[in-house]
């Protein structure tokens, strides 16, 4: 009963003033309007970006390098010696995964895990006179499969027919176009080592992404050793597992466990990640400026009616209202207006992302044109009314608690 | 009516209110007050004499600082102010020399918000019982007006009437005709009059005009704070 005519004294002041409330309810609206459709925007972008990320990538990649230099034996052996040895050189190593294959076979034992040895290398692939620069991924196209989505983006052949197919090599849609090199055309490649091979092409993909497109080429891993001069040898360890989260922590286990190198995707990809934290504290900094002016406006409307109400309040506490039910008045019309806000924020958010996500543009990057990657989960809705409502309980507060703290007898002793 | 063996239902102990300023000011001092149930009281004195200052420290509005307020029988000195509004709420009606009318309501709705607050009766109960009110006043067929539609005395009329709604023991009035008319000013004395006399109930009104104070069986003059005379006719 005391909450129906707290709110039935705070309604009737809104509907008193409609417009004040309404320019302060438009102002919550704005608010959380452009909070859900930016939000989206970003997170919508975020998970895309990550996504192709993820997508054109392994998510642990164990190399066949180290952190760090191994130390020379000398140190090892006299570690307080006397005399220091300066531009040791350190020994030369072949490089490679040891026993790539062991290691790949434990991984591939575990659940949800793929492995696969990969060799990669440079080469330069010539077509009618013309040349490109080309990363070599010697694969294992049935894991492959499982570790990116280059078979799911080939436009023609596939990475299987590798197979079958004799010398078979898998280009880009872009390698393709500007070498004008076409399906089950010879192409001549030519490795660091000066071996020149004769490949025949048997697939070409499309990502969307340039670097890959023209600068990648996909072969069997033993034709890749043979052309790069590297007989049995692999110097990667490709590695998909079931959350990409946890890539991480994994990564750190598996270089505890064999030495490696072994880097997460959110290793190799840490300044892209970070410049997205950036981006979304710039964003939201921006976004909740704009919520601080809505509840600078809620504020403002509360304060100037309880200036204005004070022979009211004074009147309804000498009929026996306490100071409780004075201060629930004035909150309860910043929750209005903080309600009222954020539902038509809620629909002025559907607009915008019903807008946003009609517009079409073109990512440095990539190749494709694309629309906004949008995130129209409840989340940035339910962040966004939740900042609305907080917002404006909080604004509505100060001049309540001062409300509540009116004596009654000052106004009357005033007014009479 | 005399009310001389009827049961105290507001007194004042030993109450003195000094203004705690720059130069305190004592608004009143040492008043030894007794109002009985069925009373009609009228309080005069010149300007600046304490009399609203008393009619407050009797309605609960402010705190002596020093003496005592005792509601039938039992000392409000310790109670908090949310008790304290409970006290009014339940047992004191006021009416001031301006109405103090909520703009954005109705008639019936401000006549209604003290019961409302109150909450003994359910939503059809206070509506007649609103409506019931502003009959006794003649002014039932205004209910749905809002109070910037109504002359000055059908204003103070719905006053008395929000003053009613919770039915008090007590009435306490500042000047309640100081705003009126000579004709709506006799309307009101008269309900008051009719207040103390049919009703039964204790009415205390601070008041200038001579005629209004005539009209009461006992009358308060106070002087620069002090109970000047008190006197029963």
Do not use: C
């Not at chain 2, 919770?166 to 006799?186: F, H, Q």
């Amino acid at each position: 009963m005391f909450w129906r005519v707290s709110m039935g004294i705070a309604a009737a002041q809104l509907r008193h003033r409609r417009r004040q409330t309404l320019v302060s309810t438009l102002g919550v609206a704005l608010g959380v309007g452009f909070f859900v459709a930016t939000s989206a925007l970003m997170s919508g972008s975020e998970k895309d970006m990550v996504q192709r990320l993820l997508d054109n990538a392994p998510h642990i990649t164990i190399k066949d390098e180290f952190r760090e230099a191994a130390p020379q034996p000398v140190f090892i052996a006299f570690p307080q010696g006397a005399v220091t040895l300066t531009n040791t050189k350190p020994r030369e190593y072949l490089r490679g995964i040891k026993n790539h294959g062991a290691l790949v076979e434990e991984l591939s034992r575990q659940p949800g895990v793929v492995a696969e040895a990969a060799l990669m290398g440079q080469a330069i692939i010539r077509y009618a006179s013309k040349d490109a620069s080309a990363g070599i991924a010697g694969i294992d196209p049935e894991k492959e499969r499982f570790l990116t989505t280059i078979e799911s983006n080939m436009q023609q052949g596939s990475l299987m027919r590798l197979k079958t197919a004799s010398q078979g090599i898998v280009i880009g849609q872009g390698m393709s176009i500007r070498l004008g090199l076409g399906m089950d055309d010879l192409a001549t490649v030519v490795s660091p080592a000066g071996l020149v091979r004769r490949m025949k092409v048997v697939g070409i993909f499309r990502t969307g992404n340039l670097l890959l497109d023209e600068g990648q080429a996909y072969m069997l891993i033993k034709d890749a050793q043979v052309l790069l001069d590297k007989p049995f040898i692999a110097n990667r360890v490709r590695i998909k597992i079931t959350d990409p989260d946890a890539a991480e922590d994994y990564a750190a286990q598996l270089e505890s466990r064999w030495g490696y190198r072994t880097e997460s995707w959110q290793e190799v990809n840490r300044d892209f990640l970070g410049l997205f934290l950036v981006r979304s504290i710039i964003t939201y900094s921006i976004v909740g400026a704009i919520m601080a002016v809505a509840a600078f406006g809620i504020f403002n409307i509360i304060s100037t009616v309880v200036m204005e109400k004070r022979r009211d309040i004074a009147i309804l506490m000498s009929m026996g209202f306490r100071a409780g039910d004075i201060e629930r008045i004035f909150l309860v019309q910043g929750v209005f207006v903080g309600l009222i806000g954020m539902f038509l924020g809620w629909g002025l958010a559907l607009i915008l992302l019903q807008m946003l996500g009609t517009v079409e543009i073109t990512v440095p990057g990539l190749m494709d044109t694309q629309k906004l990657p949008l995130e129209k989960g409840p989340f940035q809705f339910g962040v966004g009314g939740a900042f609305a409502l907080i917002s404006a309980v909080v604004a509505a507060w100060f001049p309540a608690r001062k409300a509540a703290a009116v004596r009654p007898v000052d106004i009357i002793r005033g007014a009479t | 009516m005399s009310a001389g063996g009827e049961a105290p239902v507001i007194e004042l102990k030993g109450v003195t209110r000094i203004l705690q300023e720059a130069v305190p000011v004592t608004l009143v001092r040492d008043i030894d007050l007794v109002i009985r149930r069925g009373e009609f009281v009228s309080v005069t004195g010149p300007s600046g004499s304490g009399k609203s200052s008393l009619l407050y420290l009797l309605g609960l509005l402010d705190l002596p600082t020093e003496g005592r307020v005792l509601i039938d029988g039992i000392d409000t000195s310790g109670y908090s102010s949310d008790r304290l509004a409970d006290v009014r709420l339940a047992k004191l009606g006021f009416v001031f020399q301006f109405h103090f009318l909520l703009p954005e309501f109705t008639v019936l709705h401000n006549v209604t918000l003290p019961m409302q607050r109150l909450g003994r009766l359910d939503g059809d109960e206070i509506h007649a019982r609103g409506m019931a009110l502003l009959k006794d006043f003649e002014i039932d067929d205004q209910a749905k007006k809002r109070p910037d539609q109504l002359s000055g005395g059908q204003r103070q009329r719905v006053a008395v009437a929000r003053a009613l709604a919770n039915d008090p023991a007590v009435i306490l009035a500042d000047e309640p005709t100081g705003n009126l008319d000579m004709r709506n000013s006799e309307i009101v004395q008269g309900i008051f009059a009719d207040l103390a006399a049919k009703q039964g109930r204790t009415v205390i009104a601070v008041t200038h005009d001579k005629d209004f104070a005539d009209a009461a069986p006992r009358n308060v003059h106070l002087v620069d704070g002090r109970i000047d005379s008190d006197t029963r006719r």
